[in-house]
C-alpha cells in the first residue's frame, strides 16, 4: 500500500497513513488523534461499525462520545417505561446475537446493558473517548483529511463515520410564556430523577411513542395528570411476555434456533411494508385492530372519540401499548385537546381561556430530525455545512454519502427511517457499506471518494417518486417525517432487503474518486 505523506500543523506529528493504531497515540486533553476512521457516537450506528471495523482487523479508529458511557438513545431515555417497540431478537445486532433477552420487548435498561456489553466483548471500548463532543468536523482538501473538533482536542481522519443518530436532540416546542413558568420542566429524553411526582399536578404534552410508554408509569403516583394531545396516535396491542428460561437456554446452546426466530420475525414485520409502502388500503386491517383495541379499553364514547385518529394508521408510527388508554380512563387523569395559548407562572391556558393549574410540564415532544443539529458542524470541501447544503431537506445517496463532503459516511442519513420494522436491518446495511467502501479504497489506493451529484441527485428523485405510493403521503396527517419544504426527506419507501440490495456493495462507478499516490506532498 502507497503512503500518503500529509501536511502537518506547527507543533504536531507527522505519520504514515495506517500507522497509529487506535487511539494510542493521543495524549489526552488537547491532544490531536490521527486515525484512519473517526466514529462520532455510540449508540446502535457508532458502536456497530466500531465493532465491524474490529472484526475486519482495523484498529487504527476512535470513538467520539460526549458522554462519559456508550448507548446513544437507549443511555439518554431513561425515563419511566422506556421500552422497544420492536421485538428484541431482531432489535440487535446480527453479528452480535443476545441469547439472554429476558422479554420479547425488551426495556431500555437491558438494551443500554447489551450495548455496554457489545462493546466490552468486542473490545471496542478501549477506543472511545469519552466527554468528546464533537464541535466542528471540517474536510481539509490539502490533506484529504477530516479534521474533527471536540472539546477535549481534535482528531484528525481519512474517513468520518457520522453516528449521531436522528433522535438525539431533544425538541421542545417555543410555547408563549414557558420560560415565565415557575415549576419543573424536563423533556422525556432528558428525565429529571431527583424530581418527585408524587401528588402532583402533571401536564404531559405530546403523545407519541415516548408519552405512551410513560403516562401509564406516572399517572398511578400523580395527583392529576393533564395529557395535551394535539393528534391522538393509533394504538394496537403490545404481545409483550418474558422470554423463558428453557428458550433462553435453548439459544445459548443452540444460535441456529434463535437466528431462525429472528429470520422470523423479520419476515414477518415486512409484511406491514406492503400496506405503507405499496398499498395503504391494506392498512385498514390494521386499523380495525387499533379500533377493536380502544372500544375493548375506553367504555366513555367521549373520551373514546377523542382517542380516536383521523387520519389513516401508519402515517404516524404505529404505537403499541395495553396501559395508556386504559391510564387515561382512570379519574386523576385529564385528556385535554384544545392547543396551548400560553404557560404562566405556575398554569397552562388552553385555547378555550381555561387555566390549568400545573406543577410540572413533562414534554414528550419529540426530537430535531429533520433539522438535525450535526448538519451544523459538518464541512465539505466548498466550507458549506451539511446544514447550508441540504436547504432544509437532507438528501444522500443510499442515506450515507452526500456530495462534496468526501469520505464522509452518515449512517441512517436522510431517508433510512423505517416505521415497520428494526432500524438494526438499516444500521447493518450501512456497516457493511462502509466496510466494502473502505476495502474498495484500499484494493484501488484511493484517497477519496465523492459520491457524484448526478448519481446521488437520480436516486433521490427515485426515493421521491416511490414515497408518492405511500401511507406517510397519502394518509392525512402531519408528521416529523415530513421536513420543512414539505418534503418526507426522513423514511425509506420499500421493504429493508431491497435497501440491503441497495447497499449490499460499494458501486466506485457511483463515486468520484482520487488515488493515494497524488495526494499533495507536505511543504
Ligand atoms: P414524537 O413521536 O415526535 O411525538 C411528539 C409528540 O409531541 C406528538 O404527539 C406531537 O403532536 C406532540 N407535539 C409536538 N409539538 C407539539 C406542540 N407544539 N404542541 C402540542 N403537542 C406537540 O416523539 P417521541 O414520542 O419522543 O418519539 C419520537 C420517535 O422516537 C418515535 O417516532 C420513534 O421512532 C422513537 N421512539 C421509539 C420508541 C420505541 O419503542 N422503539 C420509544 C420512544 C420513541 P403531533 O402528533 O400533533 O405532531
Redesign the pocket.
Known amino acids: 500500500m502507497s503512503t500518503t505523506t500529509v501536511r502537518v500543523p506547527p507543533g504536531e506529528r507527522a505519520i504514515d497513513d495506517h500507522a497509529v493504531p487506535g487511539v494510542s497515540d493521543g495524549d489526552g486533553d488537547g491532544g490531536v488523534w490521527r486515525v484512519r476512521v473517526a466514529i462520532v457516537g455510540t449508540g446502535f450506528s457508532g458502536l456497530g461499525m466500531a465493532i465491524r471495523l474490529q472484526q475486519a482487523g482495523i484498529e487504527d479508529y476512535v470513538v467520539l462520545e460526549r458522554a462519559d458511557d456508550v448507548g446513544g438513545t437507549w443511555r439518554d ?1 431513561t425515563y419511566p417505561g ?5 421485538p428484541s431478537h431482531l432489535y440487535s445486532f446480527s453479528f452480535a446475537p443476545n441469547p439472554n433477552w429476558t422479554r420479547t420487548f425488551s426495556r431500555q435498561a437491558e438494551i443500554e446493558t447489551y450495548l455496554r456489553e457489545c462493546a466490552e466483548r468486542h473490545r471496542v471500548s478501549s477506543h472511545v473517548l469519552y466527554g468528546h463532543e464533537v464541535t466542528d468536523a471540517r474536510w481539509v482538501e490539502d490533506e484529504r483529511r477530516w479534521h474533527v473538533s471536540t472539546s477535549r482536542g481534535r482528531v484528525v481522519a481519512e474517513v468520518l463515520v457520522a453516528g449521531m443518530g436522528p ?1 438525539t436532540e431533544p425538541s421542545i ?1 417555543p410555547l408563549p410564556g414557558l420560560d415565565r413558568f415557575q415549576g419543573t420542566v424536563f423533556h ?1 429524553a432528558r428525565w429529571d430523577h431527583q424530581h418527585d411526582l408524587a401528588g402532583e399536578r402533571v401536564a404531559v ?7 405512551i ?1 410513560l403516562v401509564p408509569q406516572i399517572q398511578p403516583l400523580v395527583g392529576e395528570l393533564q395529557l ?1 394531545q ?2 391522538a ?1 393509533w394504538i394496537v396491542p403490545r404481545s409483550d411476555r418474558p422470554i423463558t428460561a428453557a428458550e433462553r437456554l435453548l439459544y445459548r446452546h443452540l444460535p441456529l434456533a434463535q437466528r431462525a426466530v429472528r429470520s422470523g420475525i423479520y419476515w414477518w414485520l415486512e409484511l406491514r411494508a406492503l400496506g405503507m409502502t405499496r398499498h395503504p388500503r391494506l392498512m385498514k386491517v390494521a386499523e380495525l385492530a387499533a379500533k377493536l383495541h380502544l372500544r375493548r379499553q375506553v367504555a366513555d364514547p367521549e373520551l373514546r372519540a377523542k382517542l380516536t385518529p383521523s387520519y389513516t394508521i401508519g402515517c ?2 404505529v404505537l403499541i401499548s395495553n396501559d395508556y388508554h386504559p391510564a387515561l380512563t382512570r379519574e386523576n387523569a385529564n385528556v385535554i385537546t384544545e392547543s ?1 395559548d400560553e404557560v404562566r407562572d405556575h398554569s397552562i391556558v388552553t385555547a378555550d381561556g381555561i387555566e390549568h393549574e400545573v406543577d410540572t410540564i413533562i414534554f ?4 430535531h430530525v429533520t433539522d438535525a443539529p450535526y448538519a451544523k458542524l459538518v464541512r465539505g470541501a466548498d466550507g458549506r455545512t451539511l446544514e447550508e447544503t441540504w436547504n432544509g431537506s437532507m438528501e444522500a445517496y443510499l442515506g450515507t454519502t452526500v456530495a462534496g463532503f468526501p469520505n464522509l459516511f452518515i449512517m441512517i442519513g436522510p431517508n433510512t427511517g423505517l416505521g415497520h420494522t428494526s432500524m438494526t436491518i438499516m444500521i447493518e446495511a450501512h456497516l457493511e457499506y462502509v466496510l466494502d467502501a473502505l476495502r474498495t479504497m484500499d484494493e484501488a489506493g484511493l484517497a477519496t471518494v465523492d459520491v457524484r451529484p448526478e448519481v446521488q441527485a437520480s436516486y433521490n428523485d427515485e426515493v421521491q417518486s416511490a414515497m408518492r405510493h405511500t401511507v406517510w403521503n397519502r394518509g392525512g396527517c ?3 417525517y415530513v421536513d420543512a419544504n414539505g418534503r418526507n426527506s426522513t423514511l425509506w419507501p420499500s421493504f429493508t432487503f431491497r435497501f440491503r440490495e441497495r447497499t449490499r456493495r460499494f458501486r466506485l462507478e457511483d463515486y468520484s474518486v482520487r488515488s493515494r499516490v497524488a495526494a499533495p506532498a507536505a511543504d
Open positions: 431515555n422506556a421500552a422497544c417497540d420492536v433522535l416546542p422525556s404534552i405530546g403523545t407519541g411513542a415516548s408519552a410508554q395535551y394535539r393528534t396516535p404516524k408510527r396551548i414528550g415532544t419529540g426530537f402531519a408528521s416529523w
